[in-house]
DNA sequence: CCCATATCGTTCGTGTACGTACGATGGCCA
DNA sequence: TGGCCATCGTACGTACACGAACGATATGGG
């Protein structure tokens, strides 16, 4: 053994508590999605195929490679992130050189990105390797539990 | 009729490109992750009775009104947080007052955290908004379903 | 045609998340 | 017992996440 920390660990107080009755922190939804979205986001990190590319970046274009030219606004609405957030994620990814914008000619409110050469060289590098992906993060499930959560989460987003 | 210029999306080209065949981003395990993830964050925030009291904070304070005393690296283990990500928190709570820190008689490395009485208070309080907000997030599925998300998500985390 | 309202993108503030580096301390063993 | 290595907590940098406020632009209704 080598760490040994904390060898006797106080025992939980809670059990008799009224309020508290078979409460555990470990089986709610919310804080077991957290845990499962930070593994597999440290998954994605050491599997995608480049290391300085996260997860919200590879989504976002993905998607750009998809629809080719988006606005900034409409392309957060595909990938679910706030205009506040997608604002940091396409400055990054415009500061590397991966992304283009110009304005919309039809509409001064609105900046069209897409994907530059380089960008679209490295999304069709990186998507080989998405499958692999998702298949280690879900690795401890049978294929039918995979599929199973696959559409459990599909409805509670 | 109207302006009518960016009204009309332009069509995904993929499906023809030979490294992404059939693979969506919107049906893969971590971009569903993340958007639950998002989801059950944002009903935390308004159901769990404190909006200055986030998802992180919390599993803190629950796992300190269990176990009374827990060095600040041990109580990241518990709630799974990384102990630079723990520092932010503890910080946070001990400015306002919601948990206090001594030194550890035995070991001058550790710092022993617990609740302080407001913290207790605070925490038996938001743990009667617990369950609901677990129920509210799962509220899309069936019993059965709900029951079986929380078994798939255990074994992935 | 003009104004109320909505949308778009930016900025600021706060908080989670983690890699890395650092100094202090503790445990182990040669 | 002295040195090596692990652990603890802190600090810094980067990135997601979002509420709020803001200015510029667009749109629809009176």
Known sequence: MRGNVAKKLQ??????SPTSRSYRIEEQVGYLLRRAHQRASAIFQVGIGDPNITPTQYSSMVKLNEYTELSQNLLGRLVGMDKATMQGVVR?????GLVDSRPDPGDARRTLLSLTTEGQRLVNKLLINGPAVSRETMKPLTAQEQRHLLELLSKIV
Chains 1, 2 share one sequence.
């Open 11 to 16: 025992e939980p107080k809670s059990a008799s």
């Open 92 to 96: 990054r990814l415009k500061e590397r």
